[in-house]
């Protein structure tokens, strides 16, 4: 069951199902977004501060993921983590995608001209696995609808081809359990289920990855950065060589929300999350799907005139449920949607 604590983090969330677009933030995250604006305000700011909060942030990302610590990568947003991803591949890789999945996934390889991606059901993704493929790019769970891909099944083909991996958990950390081990390359912007400010993202980077290249190195990818800021030292030796410069107002916040999660047992958030997500389904008649995001079709109108905040992604209507939803949230967005449905 889910802790007391982590549902008293969060302040008023009555009605708000729209998590997947971003995450509402704790009450201790907005104090700290507060008293790093008024620090920065007056000018007692201090950038080195922020290293220690970064720390944390690796630190909370990789108990969260299942990965190490010294393992996890700092940047901005996903994209610039798969964009890196890209330039990293030889020329003529071949990359693996699903239909439809989010654009910050895709795009970066589209753009380059020297890969080539081809797209295939989600269904027939890991199936499509094999000889000539160099690299499959996939979301664990599929911004649209919440379908998930299968974890364990991705890993198996993959290790058993030699295929690299990189999995995006935008829309599925904390709630979804991953063993970031498994993949060469877990990454999340941490301003939807982590409850984050927007504008940091966290990749959990294999050891083994070697071929992926700090095609964006900053003066923060050094093991001492501010001891080497204008120096010809190397890069870190570990994953934080791919860090790109850290938002220090941001930091702080972001530690915080992460740290909530982190401290929770993770079987308790995906149990807690995705059961008010398939009690929903069920009130509808719609079968479990074990996810914690739900696509139908309805009119999003309807929810909002009642109070609930939702989403209209690819013509339906889209909700999730998160840590600081409960029983009634279902219940109401059960007794808006219902009549509707009932009537077509």
Known sequence: MLSSRIADAFGQSR????????????????????????????GAMDPADADAAVERLRTAFASLVGARAQDVALA?????????????????????????????????????????????????????????????AVSAAQSRNGALIDLHGLATAAAATGVRTLVDVTQSTPWLPIDATQFDIVVASAYKWLNAPRGIALAAVRASASWLRP??????????????????????DRARRLDTSPPWQLCEAAAVALEIHAREDRAATHAHCVGLADAFRAELGMPPARSAIVSLSAEPGDL??????????DGRVRLSFHVYNDAVDVQRAVSVLWPALAAA
């Open 15 to 42: 009605g708000y199902l729209d998590t997947a677009s971003y995450g509402l933030p704790a009450r201790a995250t907005v104090q700290a977004l507060h008293a790093a604006t008024d620090s920065w305000a007056t």
């Open 76 to 136: 901005g947003s996903t994209s610039q983590i798969v964009g890196m991803t890209a330039a990293s591949l030889p020329d003529g890789a071949r990359v693996l995608v699903a239909e439809g999945d989010f654009g910050s996934l895709v795009r970066p390889f589209l753009a380059d001209p020297r890969l080539t991606v081809q797209a295939v059901p989600l269904a027939a993704l890991i199936d499509s696995i094999g000889p000539g493929v160099d690299l499959v």
């Open 215 to 236: 095609v964006c190195a900053s003066w923060y990818g050094s093991d001492e950065p501010w001891a080497n800021l204008y120096a010809s030292e190397g890069l870190s």
């Open 304 to 313: 909002a005139a009642a109070g609930i905040r939702a989403a209209s992604r």
